[in-house]
Nanobody
Framework: QVQLVESGGGLVQPGGSLRLSCAAS????????MGWYRQALGKQRELVAA???????NYADSVKGRFTISRDNAKNTVFLQMNSLKPEDTAVYYCAGRSGLFDYDYWGQGTQVTVSS
């Protein structure tokens, strides 16, 4: 079992930046991938970015070039650097961990990101 705790959300103006962190209760080295999802009000949850144990990354088209996912295995932490934020990035952001090949097994409680002037 892995507990995930997100931090770093908040209110930011359009064009601003935020860095989300996801701290795991134990090593994430054995997890096949870590991801960041988001869910906006009235919308389905979507995968924003993911990083595999080997360091490969993928991003939703809507955030490519603006968001960067990274992991620090020594600190059991995953980050999401978000730049050039837009109002449509407003959502609850969730950290997730995957132990197998397909579904994410472990989820954090979420952190709110609001982009507004």
């Amino acid at each position: 079992q892995v507990q995930l705790v997100e931090s770093g959300g908040g209110l930011v103006q359009p064009g601003g930046s935020l860095r989300l962190s996801c701290a795991a209760s134990r090593t994430i080295f054995s997890l096949t991938a870590m991801g960041w999802y988001r869910q906006a009000l009235g919308k389905q949850r979507e995968l924003v970015a993911a990083i595999t144990s080997g360091g490969s990354t993928n991003y939703a088209d809507s955030v490519k070039g603006r968001f960067t996912i990274s992991r620090d295995n020594a600190k059991n932490t995953v980050f999401l650097q978000m730049n050039s934020l837009k109002p449509e990035d407003t959502a609850v952001y969730y950290c997730a961990g995957r132990s197998g090949l397909f579904d994410y097994d472990y989820w954090g409680q979420g952190t709110q990101v609001t982009v507004s002037s």
